[in-house]
Every structure is written in structure tokens, then in C-alpha cells.
């Protein structure tokens, strides 16, 4: 049974091809959307084959609608499961990488497994999840395929939302997302901003000749300490409006001089939820995946939430 007073709320979209790894980004649609009280919304590109063989018999004149075997069958595992809240089954034409955006106008979250039918196993990310994070009109989640993903064994961290946090360049959309994602799911949130220290004279290779000799880049503090310690600093700053907006939600900060997506890989395997954002521009105006969360699709083992800024004038 659903509870209809949450069916006027924007929805979560999840997209499935009947794949056993969209039937686990399904769960975990499913997982959010009762967090978030919102309704569900499952879409199912149909195959080109159905689309054509469909088109086909619809010009020969009035038929009946061609059923959708996918729909129908993840609509049995969703009956099975006793959810409470409101669900919507939607077959879609046209490409998955033009139907599912599409479809998540408006949504809270866009989720999708890291790849479907005919990926290779020992890829995490395929071809339509890589479009998708750039492209996406609202938070993209991917779901992680099981070869990837790691079972959380419990213990005060387990299931922590994992922040990518670049003090100057993070979009306050993204760390908005992610404080209202720990508050909803009851987690701690850990905010890690990564940094390269500034190379020491001593690392910089000697010219063959004077002439050709460039004085290395001034460190930006004495010490490393003391260069961690203003990075500390700003990230508090950056930090302090959204932990007063939700004081419930324990915030765990983290500073480290080292390779963020490195870090955030290896962290993403005992967090629930890994949240980046995507906030390169191309040249020509669009938004791109940047470096960071293009590596983290690839190498996380928990779902990874890529968060776009809002379209602004």
C-alpha cells in the first residue's frame, strides 16, 4: 500500500533495462525515495528493435499497445517487496541518453546502475552512465555493480556520506546535497578536501644551462602545517553555514595534502554514499564531468552522487 500524501512531491527516477544491475540501483531507488518521502518514478527505455517493430504496426493502423516485459517484471519485484510509497512505471522511447534526462526534469535524484546489458564485468562505468553524469538535469546517482561494490560491515562510520569538498571550486549545490543526504539517511557526514603541497626547491631539477633555469614556484606557507592549517581554515568557513542549517547532522571534517580522487576512491569503501561534484565548463558553455568525479565513477565501491550547479544566467 502507498501513502498518496507524498505523490505531489518531486519524484526519484530510476532507469531499468531488467539487467541484475539495475535491479540494484532499483533498490536503492527504492531505499531513497522512502528516506526522502518522494515517489518513484521507474523508466524503462524501450530497445530500438521494440521501438521500430512498434512504430511499424502502429502505421498499419489502430492496435493494441505493445506490452513492456521489462515494466512488467521489475513491477512484480517492487509489489513483492511491500513498499509504502507511490510508484510510476513509464516506458520511453527515443535514446536512454535523451529519454532518462528527460524523464528526471524535475526529479530529486536520477539513479542508474554503472552499466547494463553487454558491459564488460570488469568495467564499473558504462558508456550510458558516463553520459549521463554530464548531461543529467538533477543529481545523477550510480549504483555500483556487485563485482564493485563493498558490503558494509557495520560500526560507527558504515554508511557515512562522503563529501568531495574543493573549498573555491564546489558548488554550494553540491554540499547542500550532501548535508540534506547524512540528515535524511541519519549518517555522519565527512567532508574531505585533498590538496598538493607546492614543490620544494629541492624537487626541481637543475637546467643545463643558466640561462635555461626557472626559479621554482614560493611555497605558499613556511611549513606544511601551516599550509594544512589555512586549508583547515577555509574548509570551516566553507563549511559553517551548511552545519548551522542542519545542526543534527554530524560533520566530520577532513584535510589531507594528497590525491583527492585517490582518497575518495579508497574512502568510498565504507561510505554509503560518495558525493561530487560537476562543475568544469567546456569552452563552449557546457558542463562537463571534471577529473575528480570522473575518476571516482570509475573506482568507487559505494554509489557516487554527481551533483550539477544550478543553470545560472
Known sequence: MSDTSIASEPPVVVGVDGSENSLRALEWALGAAEHLGSPLVVAHVRSDALQLGAARIASLGPSPEFPDTVVEAVRNVVERGG??????YESLDGSVTDALPAAA???????????????????????TSRTLAGTAPCPLVVVPHEARAVVLEGGAEAGRVLLGLHTEETPDEVVDFAFEAAHHRGVALEA???????????AVAAAPAPALQVPPPLPLANEAEDLV????RRQEERLRPF???????RLVPTVVPSDAAGLLAEGSRDAGLLVVGRHHRHRLGSLLVGSVAHAVLHHAHCPVAVVPPVPRP
Do not use: N
Request: glycine share 14%; charged share 20%; net charge positive.
Open 83 to 88: 513498499h509504502r510509497i507511490p510508484v510510476r
Open 105 to 127: 526534469r524535475g526529479a530529486r535524484i536520477l539513479v542508474t546502475g554503472s552499466r547494463g546489458h553487454g558491459g564488460f564485468a570488469s568495467l564499473l562505468l558504462g558508456s
Open 192 to 202: 574531505l578536501t585533498a590538496f598538493r603541497l607546492p614543490p620544494q626547491p629541492s
Open 229 to 232: 592549517r589555512e586549508v583547515k
Open 243 to 249: 552545519a548551522a542549517r542542519r545542526p543534527g547532522v
